[in-house]
């Protein structure tokens, strides 16, 4: 079978190409994603043809009528690739059946490209609702001038524009040459339509890549073919921090097939270019086959001395050591739990996991000695990182380094970091040829950027009327020591909690309590780590919803009621949330009562073994209450029946199916995380390799049924690719304790012993 490259020539060209015939000025997206002119000399949206009407760098139209919409934004799975050009069109008022969408690759006329964090939507969703409108004006305009009539007695609808008084119609195509001429009109003489009248934002919109997905076309970086390519591995030290000393290159050079073999010294950073050895070959059988009879000395560091279990050692000595860093102090905790009706202490862990994205980590590099540039092909979250990683590991400038993006199979945060990205670039320099780098899944799972585990010893009170007065939480979390610049232009040596181990004193329900004791002390370890899905809330919320049900139990109250009274009746609390964003409790009790209501809460009692949980949580801009509901038999064999979800993200769902897929994937995802994973440390080695010891949630264990409802409010649009599952694990553990009376403290769930008599 003949292997397509994931790049068209279109999309290549149009790095070099200037806007249409005619056009005054080009609209793009500056760095701070603030939509602004660019001069000429900008590239364009991708395009084959100078008739074409290109008022943006994300829209074109052909004189034919065709649309051509660009997606900036690298798709992982979450659908972006489909819905931000639904933005586009809903405002340019075309039909979606007219539209084609292609990814962009990397550009600074697009602005951020990130995705992670569910911002890809809050980032770009008024700018493409501006840019449409900006687009359309234009056609609109076009057609005034045609006709020699006013534009307000013109609207444009279907791809083309109407004149009501006359009844003449003019298709987008046949205004192409006049509205390409046309100069882009200011902000304020472009009306955005009215959200009353949207036709194709909140439809369900099948995914654009849909079809291919089904044929199994190559559009994921590992289906990255070149004329001429190489294959490559990279082997790293199975201790986590440790460089390879020597090996039997030679040998491994004479193999089949082999091109080369050699030491990439790598640098200290961890979340950078590590150092290891390559294998360079014609195939990846051939790489992978080289790679068996390769033999290294390594040295293995400082990170040979980590293990789980002394990590658990060093977390309990920590506990009872003072000089824990003070994240959040209000009142006097010691005298309200002296005061306090009833106490619980509680002592929460879990572990370093994987992000076991089902495509491996991969890159193809092609280095042109001759001009000193680089051309990547990459599955990556982060392109803009990746480039300047890239440029400051090999002093090559940022405009010398092409980066195309590919469709990613997964993400979950591992594709933000771009240590792929940099060895297969250390790897492209040492060869005359394009190169592509594929990890095995070993090298996936022992070699990630790690979900940190954390321990959380808490202390909670509640008074007689059942309030909760007294909240201590100490937090033990884990850290890597790196070199900061100071102001004077010096650095220090200090300790950096991993991606989302670092506990906020604004963290839920901090805020809510009179009393109230936050602490945290980081534990050193050369372990890489970086965001997992939903970074910080996927652990926090799981703790702190699990002990405030505690609390409520120890209050005797309906966990509901306990937490609608928690969250007081203020509408924003003071300090902010996560990402500078005000925490609003109003948004967050209706959520809750609204989970409550379409669950049927409290209206059906359950017998022994089956109960309900509830949990809510406030991650990455969005407000989600769940309830689970579960069937636990008498040998502990766990069975979710029921999940119930409402969301608040905002004024507007941008694609129906999009939405309902993402928060069914996240509490699946909730749950398999719950369930399963855990990785073991012994001797600074990753004890877990694949999927026979790493498992994952199989189909017979996902939910019977999953409920997604939406909360349409007066907020900005945001994202859903994060919110939804940090909840979902704190309300599978309460509906547990509310079929069986155990209180699940450690995670995995496989772990614990569910059995009930």
Known sequence: MKRVVPTSPARRRFLGRTAGAGAALLLGVRPDGAIAALPRT??????????????????????????????KQPEIGQGIKTSLPMVLAEALEVDWASVHVVQGDLNPAYGPQGAGGSTSTPTNYDNFLRLGATARTMLVQAAAQTWNVPAAECRAAHGAVMHGASGRTLAYGALVPAAAALPVPAAKDVVLKDPAAYRLLGTRVGGVDNSLLIAGQPLFGIDTRLPGMLYATYVKCPVLGGRPVEANLAAIR???????????????NLNGLRPGVAIVADSTWNAFRARKKLAVTWDEGDGARHSWAGFVAQAQAARAQSGAATMREDGDVDAALAGAARTVEAQYVYPFISHASMEPQNCTAWFKPADGTLEVWAPTQNPGAGQALVASTFNIPKDKITLHITRSGGGFGRRLSSDFIVEAAAIAQKVKAPVKLTWTREDDLQHDHFRAGGFH??????DAQGKVVAWHDHF??????????????GTASVLQPGSGANLSGDEFPGRWVPNCLIEQTPLECRIPMGPWRAPGSNVFAWVFHSFIDELAHAAGRDPVAFRLDLLGSSDMVAGTGERGVPYNAARMRNVLKAVAEKSGWGKRPFARGRGAGVAFHFSHRGYVAEVAEVTVSKEGRLRVDRVVVVADIGAQIVNLSGAENQVQGSVIDGLSTLMYPALDVDKGRIVQSNFHDYPLLRMPDTPTKIEAHFLKTDYPVTGLGEPVLPPLAPAVCNAIFAATGQRVRELPLAKADLSWS
Do not use: C, W, Y
């Open 254 to 268: 004479a193999m089949p097939g082999v091109k080369a073999a050699f030491i990439v010294e790598g640098t200290e």
């Open 476 to 489: 033990v979390t884990f850290a890597n020591r790196v070199e900061k610049k100071e102001s004077d232009g």
């Open 42 to 71: 900008a590239p364009p949206a991708p395009t084959a043809s100078d008739a074409d009407f290109v008022p943006n760098v994300f829209i074109r139209i052909g004189p034919d009528g065709g649309v051509t919409l660009v997606s």
């Open 457 to 462: 010893f808490l202390r909670g009170g509640v």
